[in-house]
């Protein structure tokens, strides 16, 4: 159970295109999903937080302009890199939970974005 | 901000020796968590603490929550080719949902 998917698993696209990462949550509703990336031999650096139906939290120093994340389902949370640059490419990642308490993160297997 | 020390930053050890890793923090933490991480892939939940003291095990894993709740450790024992990977403790502070994660723990086993 606590299944999450992410799709892509790998994107190469030219600098100033924007790409659009999904993450579904299979077998639960995710009312809470956050979006992360990693670079290489680095932790997990979370970017936002998106609750369903409302405006995602972004992390200091996030730019929400420039990764605009909308969470319009129990399902499904979607990242867009616009206009990306080579320094945008890494791995991204989301993890979905549920309920308000302490539910345990459940993550997808990532993303990862080569920008040239 | 919170911040979670985790050590050792890395292990090379050989098939079947046991493994510790810790995770400290200067915080309080109501959760504790550890996930194994593979090359190219997310995260995979290991074991989850809610309570402090708390001593929970999974197969050959086994990590407990601190008393102090500033602490955890994983244990691995008689490891094996397929415990190879990046171990990540996460912590959840009262009332936020998101978490802190440490520097991760790299694990290369010699068979």
């Known amino acids: 159970g606590a299944v999450v998917s992410q799709h892509p698993s790998w994107v190469i696209c030219k600098s100033g295109t924007s790409v659009k990462i999904e993450c579904r949550s299979l077998d639960f509703q995710a009312t809470t999903m956050f979006w992360y990336r990693q670079f290489p031999k680095q932790s997990l650096m979370l970017m936002a937080t998106s609750n369903e139906g409302s405006k995602a939290t972004y992390e200091q120093g996030v730019e929400k302009d420039k990764f605009l994340i909308n969470h319009a389902s129990l399902t499904l949370s979607t990242l867009t890199v616009t206009s990306a640059h080579p320094e945008d490419s890494s791995f991204y990642i989301c993890s979905a939970t549920w309920g308000q308490g302490y539910q345990p993160q459940h993550f997808g297997d990532g993303t990862r974005l080569s920008i040239l | 901000g919170q911040q979670l020390n985790q050590s050792p930053q890395s292990m090379f050890i050989q098939e079947g020796e046991d493994v510790s890793m810790n995770c400290t923090s200067s915080s309080i933490f109501n959760t504790w968590l550890w996930y194994k991480q593979d090359p190219g892939e997310g995260p995979v939940l290991l074991i989850a603490?809610?309570?402090?003291?708390e001593l929970t095990s999974n197969g050959r894993l086994t990590a407990q929550f601190g008393i102090t709740r500033k602490d955890s450790f994983l244990n691995i024992s008689a490891s094996i080719p397929s415990d190879v990977g990046i171990y990540f403790c996460a912590g959840q502070v009262q009332g936020a949902q998101k978490l802190v994660f440490g520097q991760g723990t790299r694990l290369t086993i010699n068979p």
């Open positions: 603490l809610y309570k402090a003291g």
